[in-house]
T-cell receptor, first 113, second 110 residues
Framework: AQSVTQPDIHITVSEGASLELRCNYS??????LFWYVQSPGQGLQLLLK??????LVQGIKGFEAEFKRSQSSFNLRKPSVHWSDAAEYFC???????????FGAGTRLFVKA | NAGVTQTPKFQVLKTGQSMTLQCAQD?????MYWYRQDPGMGLRLIYY???????DKGEVPNGYNVSRLNKREFSLRLESAAPSQTSVYFC?????????FGPGTRLTVT
């Protein structure tokens, strides 16, 4: 079955510290992988995506993610977190045409001063 | 270029009432989707439309109906609202790969 697991419901990091949000997926074919961010009261905004090629992908706002096929993972990272990064982050997996993209349950990030 | 728009932004219904959530996109995309978002559940697909004139059930279609009015518009109807339908509803359209979200409709059913 196709699924996306984000093991951490919420994470708290200090401003300036590094961040890693975990994502594991199960998908029958070659996956297209996404990370989205949602600020309170807003829709989801695409941070980055992976389709093929270099397994380390760069996104907006200084985020990056690494695709590891052997571990079925697509973890999101940022070297230095800013207070404005506090939000909820969703990992997603899908195929061509975006049909039935499956979303993880989300990880809420809290940033402390 | 507004992207994806949804109306209303907020709605409170009593159990048994009906309503239609409206969605429109100006991105000229073929596919459109309705998701619901609930705490701890992520986003769950209610219905989708791969192209004008076609609709299909997603993961949680019970209690909902949809209409793909034309290429731009895709509406979601609750015929008899239930408290379990309290949620945030997102209309989404897809380009070749990635998805574009509307701002959402926060619905409360009392």
């Amino acid at each position: 079955a196709q699924s996306v697991t984000q093991p951490d419901i919420h994470i708290t990091v200090s401003e300036g510290a590094s961040l890693e949000l975990r994502c594991n997926y199960s998908y029958g074919a070659t996956p297209y992988l996404f990370w989205y961010v949602q600020s309170p009261g807003q829709g989801l905004q695409l941070l980055l995506k992976y389709f093929s090629g270099d397994t380390l992908v760069q996104g907006i706002k200084g985020f990056e993610a690494e695709f590891k096929r052997s571990q079925s993972s697509f973890n999101l990272r940022k070297p230095s977190v800013h207070w404005s990064d506090a939000a909820e982050y969703f990992c997603a997996v899908g195929g061509t045409g975006g049909f039935k993209t499956i979303f993880g349950a989300g990880t809420r990030l809290f940033v402390k001063a | 270029n507004a992207g994806v728009t949804q109306t209303p932004k907020f709605q409170v219904l009593k159990t048994g009432q009906s309503m239609t959530l409206q969605c429109a996109q100006d991105m000229n995309h073929n596919s459109m989707y309705w998701y619901r978002q609930d705490p701890g559940m992520g986003l769950r697909l209610i219905y989708y439309s791969a192209s004008e004139g076609t609709t299909d059930k997603g993961e949680v279609p019970n209690g909902y109906n949809v209409s793909r009015l034309n290429k731009r518009e895709f509406s979601l109807r609750l015929e008899s609202a239930a408290p379990s339908q309290t949620s945030v509803y997102f209309c989404v359209t897809t380009g070749e790969y990635e998805q574009y979200f509307g701002p959402g409709t926060r619905l409360t059913v009392t």
